[in-house]
Antibody, heavy 122, light 113 residues
């Protein structure tokens, strides 16, 4: 069974650093892209970026480029999203999602993590 | 970036009636290599992550009830719920994954009238 299990909720102060995780199981971690999506409470979904754990190829949305870092550790089947200096505006739920593929062609985000709520407040 | 625009922003439909949500992309999302539109529809219920309903614009994901259907090609797409059930109350998003950055529509909130 495919599962993406994310790390727990975090409460941080502005300026602090943070790394949240998404542990994958039930499939070959290195052969599927994993993306991150932000959702400010009560608002819509924003695509942040995506990584291919097989070779660490990473793509970012311009809106998030330079603001976060996406990485993956193949040895423990885990993807990460990190900030070096949080802002109050980073308060949101963050989801990881696998990009499924059929016959070598991508078809969408077929499995999602449960979400990690990050609260940034002084 | 490809901009996705959904309409309407919110919709109220009676139980058993048809619900239709539209999505327009600022450029074509048709992938020539497999002739598929890289457009998906997602359903998000309160407190839950999004769920993939439709991929390649018109293919239902496994386990999705057949009252959900998708249509369209190029830049104009539609999600139709043929007979609204109470459990379909949710926010629906279209998303293109044709080119990075992938982008979502703003969402359509579907309620019972």
């Amino acid at each position: 069974e495919v599962q993406l299990v994310q790390s727990g909720a975090e409460v941080k102060k502005p300026g602090e650093s943070l790394k949240i995780s998404c542990k994958a199981s039930g499939y070959s971690f290195t052969t599927y892209w994993i993306g991150w999506v932000r959702q400010v409470p009560g608002k819509g979904l924003e695509w942040m970026g995506i990584i291919y754990p097989g070779d660490s190829d990473t793509k970012y949305s311009p809106s998030f480029q330079g603001q976060v870092t996406i990485s993956a550790d193949r040895s423990i089947n885990t993807a990460y999203l990190q900030w070096s200096s949080l802002k109050a505006s980073d308060t949101a739920i963050y989801y990881c999602a696998r990009r499924g593929h059929l016959g070598g062609y991508s078809y969408g985000s077929d499995y999602w993590g449960q979400g990690t709520l990050v609260t940034v407040s002084s | 970036d490809i901009v996705m625009n959904q309409s309407p922003d919110s919709l109220a439909v009676s139980l058993g009636e048809r619900a239709t949500i539209n999505c327009k992309s600022s450029q074509s999302v048709l992938f020539s290599s497999n002739n598929k539109n890289y457009l998906g529809w997602y359903q998000q219920k309160p407190g839950q992550p999004p769920k993939l309903l439709i991929y390649w614009a018109s293919t239902r994901e496994s386990g999705v009830p057949d009252r959900f259907s998708g249509s369209g090609s190029g830049t104009d797409f539609t999600l139709t719920i043929s007979s609204l059930q109470a459990e379909d109350v949710a926010v629906y998003y279209c998303k293109q994954h044709y080119s990075s950055p992938f982008t979502f529509g703003q969402g359509t909130r579907l309620e019972i009238k």
